[in-house]
């Protein structure tokens, strides 16, 4: 069983920055891939971005070249560094886990998920 707790939201103008942290709990966080969705409201859940168990990276195309993705396997810490941020990067954004993975660009594949943080980009 993973618990993932995030943090790291909040409120912020239109070009501004965030960096979220999901912090995982148990002892085989290097084996897990790791993947920031988000859902603003009215919207479907959508992917953000994924690091997998090996240190790829994978990126949405509307944040790609604005948002980072790395992992702290010892500290067992997915980070999304959010710059340049929009106001359609509104929404909660959500940490999820799983267990090696393969196409980890799917919300179903991963089978532990946080309780998500708020991020509000307005002026």
């Known amino acids: 069983q993973v618990q993932l707790v995030e943090s790291g939201g909040g409120l912020v103008q239109p070009g501004g920055s965030l960096r979220l942290s999901c912090a995982a709990s148990g002892r085989t966080f290097s084996s897990h891939s790791m993947g920031w969705f988000r859902q603003a409201p009215g919207k479907e859940r959508e992917f953000v971005a994924a690091i997998n168990w090996s240190g790829t990276t994978y990126y949405a195309d509307s944040v790609k070249g604005r948002f980072t993705i790395s992992r702290h396997n010892a500290k067992s810490t997915v980070y999304l560094q959010m710059n340049s941020l929009k106001p359609e990067d509104t929404a909660v954004y959500y940490c999820?886990?799983?267990?090696?993975?393969?196409?980890?660009?799917?919300?179903?594949?991963?089978?532990?998920w946080g309780q998500g943080t708020q991020v509000t980009v307005s002026s």
């Open positions: 999820a886990a799983v267990l090696w993975g393969s196409n980890w660009l799917r919300d179903l594949e991963y089978d532990y």
